[in-house]
Nanobody, 122 residues
Framework: VQLQASGGGLVQAGGSLRLSCGGF????????MGWFRQAPGKKREFVAN????????VYADSVKGRFTISRDKANNTVSLQMNSLKPEDTAVYYC????????????????WGQGTQVTVSS
């Protein structure tokens, strides 16, 4: 399985970007899809998760109210709508798949996309 993330770029603070990820192969209701990010010199951190079957979502406190994760079952893609972006959102964003449904830990995701760079200027 090769996940492909796209949609990153350079945006001014307060702007928006939409990230997308596909190429998961077959997914089951028990799967979860997550977005993580990693800034230079920092660990990969949880951003958002969606359960593939139920569609329930969870977010990191730092992005709650600004980011929205969604899934498109027909096209087997997951997206992350990012609004009101801040310079501290600058990072490489990764999508991943977990068999655990909901997981905050990158170690519980078994497939990752190659990452897409998001840069927010002040």
């Amino acid at each position: 399985v090769q996940l492909q993330a796209s949609g990153g770029g350079l945006v001014q603070a307060g702007g928006s970007l939409r990230l997308s990820c596909g190429g998961f192969g077959r997914l089951f209701s028990s799967h979860g899809m997550g977005w993580f990010r990693q800034a230079p010199g920092k660990k990969r951190e949880f951003v958002a998760n969606i359960r593939w079957g139920a569609g329930t979502t969870v977010y990191a406190d730092s992005v709650k109210g600004r980011f929205t994760i969604s899934r498109d079952k027909a096209n087997n893609t997951v997206s992350l709508q990012m609004n009101s972006l801040k310079p501290e959102d600058t990072a490489v964003y990764y999508c991943g798949r977990t068999i655990r449904g909901l997981s905050y830990s990158p170690g519980e995701y078994d497939f990752w996309g190659q990452g897409t760079q998001v840069t927010v200027s002040s």
